[in-house]
């Protein structure tokens, strides 16, 4: 339980075809990177700094994303995700003596601040009872304080292998601490109190944490398989905004990480928040560079320049990597505008944050042309409107996905849709459950289209939902697969963007489709898909 209660996973709510799909959040942010302390490789959400702080330690200098954090609360952020990565830090130990032994503890967070003690008693333990033991773990904020930042209690423990409550299998369910090396022939003393101590008597664990080497790309992309790294994220809840902080205040993120993160975000519904190398140091530098950089992906947006921020723990203005500032100035324009209409009012940083270079009207249209936004700190209604993009925008990509807002739009119906409907695979695969599928998933469309959060035309023109016996075939239905295909119409009336939804047992995959480029109406419309799926031609997965 504590671990749910710190990672803050619960499990959603099943809901049927009778209730209305819940709208996804926008602006949930996820951070990779270094920390000065805190649980490592596990999704944590944090819903303000000062949660932060205490579970993660707060500003440390060397952790770039302890202050991309900082910059994402004080610019309106409300939610986020903190995944952290360490290179060969080393947890501290605790011994308590045991007889002529001894029993080592090993904490299961490493870093020099993770600062544990422990405490043992015989109270409730027969005399008879020679191996069993009572042992209460804490964590504290600092060496020697009293303030108890979280604590674990394990009653009848037994220092014998194989027993029902033996200490080293029990505590292979502790948030604080393992057993190390071999169980002593005795059972732990009991802790004395120090004179002039704590009512209760601890031992305290070593200064032999260590908190490791900064970070390289290796270590922020991790494993797939064992859910490390940014991959950790696959255990968490839904976000919509992914940052990478720079590896140290000198060294970019790599192109590697940048190509991990990007396919990361484009299987979960997501945008990675690309900083800008620190060699652009003029708006004319990065139009230069641009023509040769090698990334480019609808599933990144990147904000220029750097920003000037004060430095709590240096005491002066610094420059700093703007993905933190940058997600939350666009959750802050969550909250009054939706997503579609990104581009009807320019965000602007928070008070006490400045670009750090002037970038005038024509090198802000130039950059977005280019793909790359750029950040303000005063709004100005002589400037002119340039519409949000992303990082697809001066490449080859689809035209909806050259803009921030239609991309966020399509993020945000498929993230809806998907989380929506997953009831279906509780019910029957057929006829009937696709019916009820089909006419939720029309219901929460057409109030979008209402809202104006399609290109409008007549009627069917903006929007079409298809859960029948055409995306559902024997064959996938043997696989215990069940499908939905839906499209919107982002630019022009007809012109439809198209996804496919499975549901299996274990996993929901959304993938796009293109069964109906040249479609103009909703009969033709139906024709184009049913013929494209016969021929095999529509991408399924």
């Known amino acids: 339980m504590a671990e749910r209660r710190l990672s803050g996973l619960e499990e959603p709510e099943q809901r049927g075809a009778d209730h209305a799909i819940e709208r996804a959040p926008t602006a949930v942010t996820a951070f990779v990177g270094r920390t000065l302390k805190g649980p490592v490789n596990r999704p944590v959400v944090v819903a303000s700094f000062a949660q932060f702080q205490q579970i993660f ?24 995700v903190i995944v952290r990565v360490v290179n060969g830090a080393r947890p501290p130990t605790l011994t308590l003596p045991a007889g002529e ?78 057993v190390v090396g071999p169980l002593p022939a005795q059972r732990p003393d009991r802790s004395v109190r120090e004179p002039g101590g704590p009512a209760v008597g601890y031992v305290n664990s070593h200064c032999d944490g260590d908190d490791g080497a900064p970070l390289t790309d290796y270590d922020i992309i991790g494993s797939a398989t064992e859910g490390t790294g940014l991959f950790a994220l696959q255990s968490g809840p839904p976000f919509n905004f992914l940052c990478i902080p720079p590896l140290t205040r000198d060294q970019d993120v790599g192109l590697s990480t940048l190509l991990v993160a990007a396919r990361f975000c484009r299987d979960r519904q997501a945008l990675l928040m690309v900083d800008p190398p620190a060699s652009w140091e003029s708006a004319q530098q990065a139009l230069e560079e641009l023509r040769t950089w ?22 002066r203005m610094e420059v700093f990597a703007p993905c933190g500032a940058a997600a939350g100035m666009l959750a802050r324009a969550d909250e009054t505008h939706p997503v579609w209409a990104a581009g009807t009012e320019e965000p602007i940083l928070r008070r006490g944050y400045r670009p750090t270079v002037t970038v005038s009207d024509v090198e802000r249209i130039r950059l977005a ?18 519409a949000p993009c992303t990082l697809a925008a001066g490449s080859s990509a689809a035209a909806d996905w050259k803009y921030l807002s239609a991309r966020r739009l399509a993020l945000f119906v498929t993230s809806s849709i998907v989380q929506g409907t997953r009831w279906m695979l509780l019910q029957q695969n057929g006829p009937a459950t696709w019916a009820s599928a089909q006419a939720q998933v029309e219901a929460f469309l057409e109030l979008l289209d209402q809202q104006g959060a399609f290109a409008r035309g007549e009627s069917g023109e903006s929007y079409f939902v298809i859960c029948d016996e055409r995306v559902n075939t024997p064959q996938s239905i043997a ?3 069940i499908r939905l295909l839906f499209g919107i119409a982002i630019s022009r009336a007809s012109d439809f963007q198209a996804w496919m939804v499975t549901h299996q047992a274990g996993a929901s995959r959304v993938r796009p489709v293109s069964p109906n480029r040249l479609a103009t109406s909703q009969r033709r419309l139906e024709w184009e898909i049913e013929t494209s799926i016969l021929r095999g031609s529509a991408v399924i997965t």
Not at 64 to 78: D, Q
Not at 294 to 308: L, T
């Open 57 to 80: 330690g707060g500003l440390w200098q060397p952790s770039t994303l302890s202050y991309a954090v900082e910059h994402f609360f004080e610019n309106g952020g409300r939610t986020a």
């Open 479 to 481: 696989e215990g697969k």
């Open 101 to 178: 032994g001894v029993l080592r503890l090993v904490a299961v967070n490493p870093g020099s601040r993770e600062y544990l003690r422990a405490s043992v008693d015989y109270d409730g333990i027969g005399e008879e009872e020679r191996d069993r033991f009572n042992l209460v773990l804490q964590r504290v904020r600092s060496a020697g304080s009293e303030l108890v930042e979280d604590q674990e209690i394990f009653r009848r423990l037994s220092i014998t292998p194989g027993s029902d409550r033996c200490v080293e299998d029990v505590l292979l369910a502790s948030s604080l601490a393992r």
């Open 369 to 386: 042309q280019a793909g790359v936004n750029t950040l303000t700190a005063v709004r100005s209604g002589a400037r002119p409107v340039v």
């Open 294 to 315: 090698p990334f480019r992906s609808e599933n990144a947006v990147m904000y220029f320049p750097r920003v000037m921020a004060f430095d709590r723990l240096r005491g």
